[in-house]
Every structure is written in structure tokens, then in C-alpha cells.
């Protein structure tokens, strides 16, 4: 398995912005992130359409050109309800890596994304480095429900006898 590793994906959930409305006055969100047939997910949180999380969950990458797709979801007694989706294409984040990038000034932006129809951008990304590691801060507006955003960075890690970006 671990020669088809290209490197891992530092995915922190930091918070969830005016999440969909799914009990009777709130919600009890968590996000679940996948990639492939990786699936993690962050712990509920009772009561909150503005939740914080700040939890980072690492995916394998074996392919950068799969998106990371992150969904929310409402914790309900029997059924979880749907409160939204979002993709996240990587490949931006792994071009900057490829880049290999030294001796560069900290928080130095690298490249910056802007919000388009082929993406779930909120508002405009950066990528940048920070203590030598390769971020990506971003914003995602979620798809398939009314309303919700969710906040996250990215951060590359590369594997040592990883075949690399």
C-alpha cells in the first residue's frame, strides 16, 4: 500500500459558519471527509449551526487528481440528516509543493484561488508556506442545502520512501 502513497493530507476542520437548521432551533453537525475509500469525521457538536471543531484529520493521497470531498451532517436520534456538501481539489496545493520551495520567508503566498462555478469556494484561497510546510487556508460554501459554510486548512505532508509529487 504504502508505495502507491504519494504523501498525506493534514485535512483541520476549524469551523462550521451558519449551518443549515435541522432539529427544532439548531443542529448537532459533524463533517465527515473522504477521499476515495478513506472516510474520517469529526466529533459532534451539540446545539450549533456556527460549530468549532479545530480537528485535523490526515488522508493518504494516492492520487492527487481525486478530490477530497468533505459532507455535513445533522447527528439525529435515529437518521443523520443531510446538512451539505463540498469538494476540495487538491492539485493546486500539490503543484505548489512540486515547486519545492526553499528558503522562502514565512507565510509567504504562493498562489491564490478564486472563487468560480467549478469550485465550492467561499471566497479567495491561499496557498502559502509556513514553517517549512506547504497550506492551504480555504473557505468552502456547501452544496445541496440552503445555506453553510465550512472552514479548513490544508497541509501537505510528504512520506520519507514516498515515491513523492
Not at 22 to 36: N, T
Not at 136 to 148: A, F, I, P, Y
Amino acid at each position: 500500500m504504502l508505495h502507491h502513497l504519494v504523501g498525506l493530507v493534514k485535512v483541520r476542520v476549524l469551523r462550521g459558519v451558519s449551518l443549515a437548521i435541522r432539529d427544532l432551533r439548531s443542529s448537532d453537525p459533524y463533517v465527515v471527509v473522504r477521499i476515495g475509500k478513506q472516510k474520517l469525521k469529526t466529533r459532534v457538536v451539540k446545539k450549533s449551526t456556527n460549530p468549532e471543531w479545530n480537528e485535523e484529520l490526515t488522508l493518504s493521497i494516492e492520487d492527487p487528481a481525486v478530490p477530497v470531498r468533505l459532507e455535513v451532517y445533522d447527528k439525529g436520534t435515529f437518521v443523520d440528516d443531510t446538512m451539505g456538501n463540498a469538494e476540495v481539489d487538491i492539485r493546486p496545493l500539490v503543484e505548489v509543493v512540486k515547486m519545492k520551495l526553499q528558503d522562502v520567508a514565512d507565510k509567504t503566498i504562493v498562489k491564490k484561488l478564486v472563487p468560480n462555478r467549478q469550485n465550492c469556494l467561499a471566497e479567495e484561497s491561499s496557498i502559502y508556506v509556513s514553517e517549512g510546510k506547504v497550506k492551504q487556508d480555504l473557505v468552502l460554501r456547501l452544496r445541496n442545502v440552503e445555506c453553510g459554510e465550512i472552514e479548513l486548512q490544508l497541509q501537505w505532508v510528504d512520506l520519507p520512501g514516498s515515491r513523492g509529487v
